[in-house]
């Protein structure tokens, strides 16, 4: 039999999803939004802030602020003592709904226990709620109105869009149902007319579902949720799980090699890290930009 060249073999495993790649493009257009609005007097202005001392919020707010300033938008960080009373926090966020420099104001979750963290979601400005957790934010995207979309849900839905398969008609399956990612998610989806299922931990028979699946999306929080026997060739796999293996290193919730081969060539597949992550706080910094559009009248206004 004559050796195939490996570089000539036909490809046999699912497309990756550039995460980061697409961040840096969409980056790009709110930069340039940004930059229009200052323009015109207004820098978009984003105010993070931290309550405690969880090591791992401490890393996201910090390149939350850094993307803000890659992407010529204003930013605050405020970081409290885990200590702080809930009606401290809420007469800051008081404050920060009547500053006119703040487009957008984010309360980094989770937070301590003593505070509820509801009371602190529906304190902020619904017109400032970037994170798009409140109930307004929430009614708005279940009427199909515009409004402010969860950032990481609305993230793998670019994702999605930039592989090119239509969502229309396609059935998506969508892991896990929390008010953050599983929820929005589904809905984002059944906006662009998908025929959408949620499962989560009291599914049975995750399989059955997955295998139907033409887009899966998992959000769940648990490493190799999604394994290889589990998918459909050519399926399209967004993964949002951060979780970490035994040797620590970061993975998702997807068995990713062996998912990737499972799904072929016409399957598209997103890597963690370089995936959904990037993603995220790129749609934090284009709902921030778009709060910000709409403080300010049309141009020739
Ligand atoms: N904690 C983890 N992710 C998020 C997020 O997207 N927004 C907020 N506010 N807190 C988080």
Not at 270 to 299: D, F, K, W, Y
Request: aromatic share 2%; charged share 20%.
């Amino acid at each position: 039999m004559p050796e195939t060249n490996p570089a000539e073999a036909a490809p046999t495993l699912a497309r990756l999803i550039d995460g980061k790649a697409l961040a840096q493009h969409i980056r790009a257009e709110v930069g340039a939004r940004a930059a229009a609005l200052a323009a015109r007097g207004t820098r978009p202005g984003l105010a993070v802030i931290l309550v405690g001392d969880d090591p791992a919020s401490a890393v996201y707010v910090r390149n939350k602020v850094r993307a803000c300033a890659e992407n010529g938008l204003h930013s605050v960080l405020e970081k409290y003592d885990a200590a702080l009373p809930e009606a401290a926090l809420l007469e800051r966020i008081a404050a920060l709904n009547a500053d006119p420099a703040i487009h957008g104001i984010l309360v980094q979750m989770p937070v301590p226990r003593h505070i509820d963290p509801h009371r602190v979601i529906e304190a902020i400005d619904a017109a400032k709620d970037v994170d798009g957790f409140s109930v307004r934010s929430a009614g708005e995207l279940f009427a199909g109105l515009p409004g402010l979309r969860p950032a990481t849900p609305w993230g793998c839905l670019k994702m999605i869009e930039s592989t090119g398969v239509p969502l229309r008609g396609r059935h998506a399956v969508v892991i896990g149902r929390s008010n953050t990612v599983g929820k929005p998610m589904a809905l984002l989806l059944l906006a662009a007319s998908a025929t959408v299922t949620v499962c989560h931990s009291a599914t049975t028979d995750l399989k059955r579902h997955v295998r139907e699946a033409d887009i899966v999306v998992a959000a769940v929080g648990r490493r190799r949720t999604v394994t290889a026997d589990m998918v459909k060739r050519g399926a399209v796999v967004i993964d949002v799980g951060t979780n970490h293996d035994e040797a620590g290193k970061l993975c998702g919730d997807v068995d990713f090699e062996p998912v990737r081969a499972a799904l072929g060539p016409e399957g598209w597949i997103s890597p963690v890290p370089g995936g959904v992550g990037p993603m995220t706080i790129t749609m934090l910094l284009a709902n921030t930009v778009q709060a910000a559009e709409r403080r300010v009248p049309p141009a020739g206004a």
